[in-house]
């Protein structure tokens, strides 16, 4: 059975950071793309990075680029999400989702973790 469990999420003022984990099992993790996926209250989901298998390549929102750093320790089977200079539009919950390049889906995601930035 496949499982993804995340955790680090939190409330934190804006400018700081937080550092999410994702737990990976059941499944051979090290050969998919891996993601993290969040969603706004009242909208729609939004990726926000991916990386691909061996971690030699990854891709950010416009939203996050240069703020956000997605690695992963397949030795761990552990997914991350380092964010720096949180804003309050990052609020969210954060989800981490086995992606399929090939097919473009998500088919596979964990329960999430809320993300809240506020003073």
């Known amino acids: 059975e496949v499982q993804l469990v995340e955790s680090g999420g939190g409330l934190v003022q804006p400018g700081g950071s937080l550092r999410l984990s994702c737990a990976a099992s059941?499944?051979?993790?090290?050969?998919?793309?891996m993601s993290w996926v969040r969603q706004a209250p009242g909208k729609g989901p939004e990726c926000v990075s991916i990386i691909g298998s061996g971690g030699d390549s990854t891709e950010y929102a416009d939203s996050v680029k240069d703020r956000f750093t997605i690695s992963r320790d397949d030795a761990k089977n552990t997914l991350y999400l380092q964010m720096n200079s949180l804003k309050p539009d990052d609020t969210a919950v954060y989800y981490c989702?086995?992606?399929?390049?090939?097919?473009?889906?998500?088919?596979?995601w964990g329960q999430g973790t809320q993300v809240t930035v506020s003073s």
């Open positions: 059941g499944f051979t993790s090290e050969t998919y793309s």
């Open positions: 989702a086995v992606f399929l390049s090939g097919w473009g889906t998500f088919p596979y």
